[in-house]
């Protein structure tokens, strides 16, 4: 029989108001597949835009990319997993439950000593971030610019570009500046004149070689453009549609940019064990229960939330702070 669970719907096009939470049927996993009790849900801004009027979606729209959760079922064909297993899973259908079905691909094992709160917050933002650490080829001699330092996918961007042995410039509010520089970065504040501090910074870190952009503002993308010699070694999350013309990578799923599945899907397993051993920090700024995914949605589109939010089935169970 599918297991009954909850699940957050949205019901219309429209704000976080739409949110429901909704009495679901789980499916029973199919071959290949893996059955997942959620114990926390990542929160990404492509939750909050699926929805959003003019997105094209069919409401209701389940909602959730990233879980951390423990096995339950498996179906037919399934080697690597077993129930009661600790998992990590992304990216997944309809997250934001209390249970979700996946294929086993999607899946990485979550290390005893890695909370599945801080696990839900890791892959959605890590695969991005080491997509494009790895495809503008950061090394040691590197000086790397992150722009949007302080979000999901720049901080883990930092960490990433740190543990290779690069200097980092990181833009962010200065709110966020002394948790940067605890990750090794040089913080910068965003705004205008930008250009004009990153090359005041210069001056002690060496030019700046590569540029990472997760903000897709046009201040970080000319500055990016204006910095970095090499246009192959600037790379934007978000702008896709600038990426062609301004001859930087566009990295991601658009027009013309580049998916990176290989790398990203190799990333899993190496962001689980490097936030499980303690080489990255996870910043999770915020949990809430299912039934508050609403607020949840309000906090990550107005852009304050820094960090990650997460929501959580069972405060308990995930280990929520």
Do not use: F
Request: aromatic share 4%.
């Amino acid at each position: 029989m599918a297991d009954e669970g909850r699940a957050v719907v949205a019901s219309a096009l429209g704000g976080p108001e739409v949110l429901r939470v909704v009495e679901v049927r789980a499916p029973e996993p199919g071959p290949g597949e893996v059955q997942v009790r959620v114990e926390a849900a990542g929160v990404n801004p492509w939750d909050w835009k699926s929805y959003a009027p003019g997105a094209g979606g069919r409401p209701p729209v389940r909602l959730g990319l990233e879980v951390a959760g423990v096995v339950q079922a498996v179906g037919a064909g399934v080697r690597w997993y077993s129930p009661g297993d600790e998992v990590v899973a992304w990216p997944v259908t309809g997250g934001y439950a209390d249970v979700v079905t996946a294929p086993q691909h999607v899946l990485v094992r979550r290390p005893e000593q890695l909370r599945a709160v801080q696990a839900a917050g890791l892959l959605g933002a890590g695969v991005a971030a080491a997509h494009a650490v790895e495809a503008t080829g950061v090394g040691a001699e590197d000086v790397v610019l992150v722009h949007g330092g302080s979000g999901g996918v720049g901080r883990t961007a930092v960490q990433l570009a740190v543990l290779r042995g690069a200097r980092v410039i990181a833009t962010a509010s200065p709110r966020w500046h002394e948790c940067l520089r605890r990750l090794g970065a040089e913080p910068v504040a965003y705004g205008p004149g930008l250009l004009g501090r990153i090359r005041d910074v210069e001056a002690t870190t060496g030019r700046v070689s590569v540029a990472i952009d997760a903000v897709g503002t046009p201040e970080a993308l000319d500055s990016s453009v204006a910095l970095v010699a090499d246009r192959r070694r600037v790379a934007t999350l978000v702008a896709l549609d600038r990426a062609p013309g301004l001859g930087i990578l566009g990295l991601g799923h658009g027009p013309g940019a580049d998916p990176g599945d290989d790398i990203r899907d190799a990333a899993r397993s190496q962001l689980t064990a490097l936030a499980a051993d303690g080489s990255m920090d996870v910043l999770v700024t915020g949990t809430y229960p299912l039934e508050e995914a609403a607020a949840a949605h309000r906090r990550s589109r107005d852009g304050h939330a820094g960090g990650k939010l997460v929501l959580v089935t069972d405060r308990r169970a995930a280990g929520s702070p």
